[in-house]
């Protein structure tokens, strides 16, 4: 399965394009459509949007991939975009250690899509942006149109 057009739009709007390297919310390096740094990448001259196109689509490679490997469920588009996006944001360590993922898992996607609704906060504090973006994946997983002020 691939991200569709729906999910790639709010991962780019929720992401947002930067040229230049910036940390994020963690304090890693990152570049574009939220490109983490690897060693030996630096990109001291910034990128334009289309480098940051083909590395947002070699980053969603091994992201889609990491979605299908953890979940053991069948999916549909909506329940796999939203999923994506998560993982993109969160990285596929902590869809694997959430309970999102074991409620999935074990076939409880009612469950499993308010979970998504709990990874609001940048650490203790509840965080408008990622309220936003986990409301617009719900309404993915639910097959909702995203509402524009949700998938800013």
Partial sequence: ME????????LMKSE?????????VAGYPTIGY????????????????????????ADLRETERAVERLV??????GQFDALVDFCYNLGPGRLAQ???LERLNAGDYAA???????WDHA????????KARREAELA?????????????
């Fill in 72 to 77: 053991k469920v069948p999916l549909d588009q």
């Fill in 98 to 100: 959430s309970t999102l």
């Fill in 34 to 57: 939220g490109h983490r740094l690897v060693h030996p990448e630096t990109f001291s001259q910034g990128i334009t949007e289309a480098q940051a196109a083909r590395l947002l689509a």
């Fill in 3 to 10: 991200l569709s057009s729906a999910g790639m739009e709010l």
């Fill in 112 to 118: 499993a899509a308010q979970q998504l609704l709990r």
């Fill in 16 to 24: 947002g394009f930067r040229q230049r390297v910036y940390l994020d």
């Fill in 123 to 130: 650490g203790s504090q509840e965080n408008a942006a990622l």
């Fill in 140 to 152: 993915l997983w639910n097959h909702s149109p995203i509402p524009d002020e949700q998938a800013a």
